[in-house]
């Protein structure tokens, strides 16, 4: 899927020797490679001898039974011996080699080991930074897209669908933003949704992209096609990632004071109590003037820049999300769907997992929700392995 498929950038000096580490494993494991075929080899051989006595000894008679039974003991000792020698590639036992023959089985060991340690930290450093594998908390947003007032009533429809979702996985959520009804007052305009809980991430971003619905509004008699637009975000690491940049340092100040207008006496009109603080970096100003306090007001409009700023950088990492998902083509066109709700034939169909579902009111209830989830999740996956394999043969190759 889109989600899994991204490219991975490659950052900084450190992966990069972790890299060249992977070429010499690479360069290594070359000169072994005919060893390697041949162990492989040889067990097939095996393999296949022990299936085909196995299938001999049913259909032969008693005298025969014993002979077959001789030869499969025989070949199940060879193959013992076999898998006793890649055990002792991991010891210090090699009396019964030469020198080479050590060394050899030294190299191959470390190099399986080494190459296997090395793609276990590829996978944790930038497939994990790239996907959020280890995060417990997201915050979802369902958008109304194109449809008007049907695009509205079906993304209050999905809500309840991921809500009784959460229920069933015993995920704690908590509702920050509802849609308002009529829109043209100036409402809001998505479903801001915080949910926290085990493997939250990799579930719900099952879920990225672009949600259509066939149907027959109540007021009409024409089928109408609309859309909603989920999106996922890593709550916890954008917060993370936040706070460090909301702590400014004063040199990003230029705090001002003067005198507050308004009612409240003549010391209002006397001192200085009203402050104005502009952040430099980003020009962002507040000014207080609600205490006759000045040490009070400049508190508060320190506490209120940062609320500012954590909005301010918030929309900044929205953008630079949206960017990193141009591939999806998250505008609400009715083409650019990953499922179709189909209210006529009480159908769902799933485009990634190429999969439907009768009875669409079932599916709302979450039961078959979790059902194409753990569908996608192997999907997912399995493009996270082809994804990381890929990479590191492109790097080794270089």
């Given at each position: 899927?889109?989600?899994?498929?991204?490219?991975?950038?490659?950052?900084?000096?450190?992966?990069?020797?972790?890299?060249?580490?992977?070429?010499?494993?690479?360069?290594?494991?070359?000169?072994?490679?005919?060893?390697?075929?041949?162990?492989?080899?040889?067990?097939?051989?095996?393999?296949?001898?022990?299936?085909?006595?196995?299938?001999?000894?049913?259909?032969?008679?008693?005298?025969?039974?014993?002979?077959?039974?001789?030869?499969?003991?025989?070949?199940?000792?060879?193959?013992?011996?076999?898998?006793?020698?890649?055990?002792?590639?991991?010891?210090?036992?090699?009396?019964?080699?030469?020198?080479?023959?050590?060394?050899?089985?030294?190299?191959?060991?470390?190099?399986?080991?080494?190459?296997?340690?090395?793609?276990?930290?590829?996978?944790?450093?930038?497939?994990?930074?790239?996907?959020?594998?280890?995060?417990?908390?997201?915050k979802m947003e369902i958008t109304p897209g194109v449809g008007g007032q049907e695009a509205l009533l079906f993304s209050k429809k999905l809500f309840t669908m991921y809500e009784n979702f959460c229920k069933k996985k015993n995920y704690e959520y908590e509702v920050k933003n509802r849609i308002t009804d009529d829109m043209t007052k100036g409402g809001?305009?998505?479903?801001?949704?915080?949910?926290?809980?085990?493997?939250?991430?990799?579930?719900?971003?099952?879920?990225?992209?672009?949600?259509?619905?066939?149907?027959?509004?109540?007021?009409?008699?024409?089928?109408?096609?609309?859309?909603?637009?989920?999106?996922?975000?890593?709550?916890?690491?954008?917060?993370?990632?936040?706070?460090?940049?909301?702590?400014?340092?004063?040199?990003?100040?230029?705090?001002?004071?003067?005198?507050?207008?308004?009612?409240?006496?003549?010391?209002?009109?006397?001192?200085?109590?009203?402050?104005?603080?502009?952040?430099?970096p980003t020009n962002i100003t507040v000014e207080v003037q609600k205490t006759s306090s000045q040490i009070q007001n400049k508190s508060i409009a320190i506490e209120l820049l940062r609320s500012k700023l954590y909005n301010f950088y918030y929309e900044q990492e929205k953008i630079i999300y949206l960017k990193d998902k141009k591939n999806q083509k998250l505008s609400g066109n009715r083409s650019e769907k990953i499922r179709t709700y189909n209210f006529i034939h009480d159908v769902v169909i799933d485009h990634v997992a190429n999969v439907q579902y009768s009875d669409i009111h079932k599916f709302f209830k979450g039961d078959h929700l979790i059902q194409l989830i753990n569908k996608k999740k192997k999907i997912f996956y399995q493009n996270i392995v082809d994804e990381t394999l890929m990479y590191i043969l492109s790097r080794a190759g270089k």
């Open positions: 899927m889109e989600l899994a498929q991204r490219n991975i950038t490659m950052p900084c000096d450190d992966s990069n020797k972790a890299f060249l580490k992977i070429i010499k494993i690479h360069e290594k494991s070359k000169e072994m490679k005919s060893l390697c075929e041949d162990l492989d080899l040889y067990k097939e051989l095996v393999q296949e001898s022990k299936n085909g006595m196995e299938k001999g000894v049913q259909s032969k008679d008693t005298g025969a039974k014993k002979k077959d039974e001789e030869q499969k003991n025989k070949i199940e000792l060879m193959n013992d011996e076999l898998e006793e020698k890649e055990e002792d590639n991991n010891d210090d036992n090699y009396d019964d080699d030469d020198d080479d023959i050590k060394e050899l089985k030294r190299n191959l060991w470390n190099v399986q080991g080494t190459l296997v340690q090395q793609i276990v930290e590829f996978y944790k450093s930038f497939v994990n930074d790239n996907h959020h594998l280890d995060t417990d908390e997201v809001n305009k998505n479903i801001v949704v915080h949910i926290r809980g085990k493997d939250v991430y990799e579930n719900f971003a099952q879920e990225i992209g672009i949600h259509r619905v066939q149907r027959v509004p109540i007021n009409s008699k024409k089928i109408q096609t609309s859309t909603s637009i989920v999106l996922i975000f890593d709550e916890k690491r954008i917060k993370d990632k936040l706070q460090k940049k909301i702590n400014f340092s004063k040199t990003d100040l230029l705090i001002e004071t003067k005198r507050s207008g308004g009612a409240g006496g003549q010391s209002v009109n006397k001192n200085e109590t009203c402050v104005k603080i502009v952040h430099k």
